[in-house]
């Protein structure tokens, strides 16, 4: 079992920026594809970025420009970075990972990930 630990949310108020982190301990970073999604209370879980080893980035089309993705190989740590806050961004987010050994599959949907953080909670208001 992987560990993905998250951190950095909070709250924030609208037009804030906040970083999320995510340290995946057993993964080597080239070999990893990583995700962040997001939780709504009431809604499904939806893919907000993907990052892959190769460093090629997807992101969820409604975010693009506000959030990005990236990775330091050294630290075994995936970032979010989220700009320009809106009250519909609250949400718990995830940290997600799949080993490339696993096979391709489409980078933001929830079954393409076998290992799962805890998530951390994100509230703008």
């Known amino acids: 079992h992987v560990q993905l630990v998250e951190s950095g949310g909070g709250s924030v108020q609208a037009g804030g920026s906040l970083r999320l982190n995510c340290a995946f301990d057993a993964y080597t970073p080239t070999s990893v594809r990583m995700a962040w999604f997001r939780q709504a209370p009431g809604k499904e879980r939806e893919g907000v970025a993907s990052?892959?080893?190769?460093?090629?980035?997807i992101y969820a089309n409604s975010l693009k420009g506000r959030f990005t993705i990236s990775k330091d190989n050294a630290k075994k740590t995936v970032y979010l970075q989220m700009t320009s806050l809106k009250a519909e961004d609250t949400a718990m987010y995830y940290c997600?990972?799949?080993?490339?050994?696993?096979?391709?599959?489409?980078?933001?949907?929830?079954?393409?990930?076998?290992?799962w953080g805890q998530g951390t909670q994100v509230t703008v208001s």
């Open positions: 990052l892959a080893s190769d460093g090629s980035t």
């Open positions: 997600a990972a799949r080993a490339n050994f696993m096979g391709a599959r489409p980078p933001l949907t929830f079954g393409t990930y076998s290992d």
